[in-house]
T-cell receptor, first 112, second 112 residues
Framework: NAGVTQTPKFQVLKTGQSMTLQCAQDMNHEYMSWYRQDPGMGLRLIHYSVGAGITDQGEVPNGYNVSRSTTEDFPLRLLSAAPSQTSVYFC???????????FGPGTRLTVL | GENVEQHPSTLSVQEGDSAVIKCTYSDSASNYFPWYKQELGKRPQLIIDIRSNVGEKKDQRIAVTLNKTAKHFSLHITETQPEDSAVYFCAASSPNFNKFYFGSGTKLNVKP
C-alpha cells in the first residue's frame, strides 16, 4: 500500500493564480481531511469529508474548495492564491474520525 | 469552536529523564484526544490516543492522562531517548469526531 500520497511536493504560485493540490489514499478510508501547518500554530483543519460526495468546512475554509467524487481522491483547490496561503498542506485519512489519521508527506506552497 | 492550548512550547531534557506535555481544551463535549509526533521535515504520526471514557492509557514508555472535569490531558514520556526529539502535538475532536483541533506544538529536545 502506498498509504496517503500528495502531489506536488513543492509549488510556487503568483498572487491570483489557481491550482489544485492532489491527495489520494489506497486504504479504503471513508474520512479524509486537509490541514495547513504554519509556524507556531500547529495544524488547522481546512475541509474534511466523511465519504464520497460529502464534504464540510473545517476551521479555516476561506479561499479553498474541495470535492470528493471517489473514496480514494480528495483534491484541494485554491481559487485565487494569496500570500496568506503560503503554508505546508497535509492531507490525512482514517477509517472514521475517531481512528488513527494517516498523513500524507505534505505540499509546501509559497505564494509570491 | 474548540480551543486547545498546549504547554510548554519548548522542552529540553537529559536523556533518561521524563518529559511531560500538557494540553487544555474548552469544549466539554470533546471526546477523543490523539497525540502526534512530527520529526523535522516529516509528516505527523499518531503515537497514542485516549477517549473520554478512559482516564489513562499507556504504551511502553508513553502514557496519556485525561482529566475531563478540569478539561486537560497530558502526555508523559519516560526514559527519554535522543530519538524522542521531535515536535509533539495534542488534539481534541469535535463530539461527532469529524473535526480536530490541534495545539500549537511542543518542541522536545532530548540531550544525550
Amino acid at each position: 500500500n502506498a498509504g496517503v500520497t500528495q502531489t506536488p511536493k513543492f509549488q510556487v504560485l503568483k498572487t491570483g493564480q489557481s491550482m489544485t493540490l492532489q491527495c489520494a489514499q489506497d486504504m479504503n478510508h471513508e474520512y479524509m481531511s486537509w490541514y495547513r501547518q504554519d509556524p507556531g500554530m500547529g495544524l488547522r483543519l481546512i475541509h474534511y469529508s466523511v465519504g464520497a460526495g460529502i464534504t464540510d468546512q473545517g476551521e479555516v475554509p476561506n479561499g479553498y474548495n474541495v470535492s470528493r467524487s471517489t473514496t480514494e481522491d480528495f483534491p484541494l483547490r485554491l481559487l485565487s492564491a494569496a500570500p496568506s496561503q503560503t503554508s505546508v498542506y497535509f492531507c490525512a485519512s482514517s477509517y472514521w474520525g475517531y481512528n488513527e489519521q494517516f498523513f500524507g508527506p505534505g505540499t509546501r506552497l509559497t505564494v509570491l | 469552536g474548540e480551543n486547545v492550548e498546549q504547554h510548554p512550547s519548548t522542552l529540553s531534557v537529559q536523556e533518561g529523564d521524563s518529559a511531560v506535555i500538557k494540553c487544555t481544551y474548552s469544549d466539554s463535549a470533546s471526546n477523543y484526544f490523539p497525540w502526534y509526533k512530527q520529526e523535522l521535515g516529516k509528516r505527523p504520526q499518531l503515537i497514542i490516543d485516549i477517549r473520554s471514557n478512559v482516564g489513562e492509557k499507556k504504551d511502553q514508555r508513553i502514557a496519556v492522562t485525561l482529566n475531563k472535569t478540569a478539561k486537560h490531558f497530558s502526555l508523559h514520556i519516560t526514559e527519554t531517548q535522543p530519538e524522542d526529539s521531535a515536535v509533539y502535538f495534542c488534539a481534541a475532536s469535535s463530539p461527532n469526531f469529524n473535526k480536530f483541533y490541534f495545539g500549537s506544538g511542543t518542541k522536545l529536545n532530548v540531550k544525550p
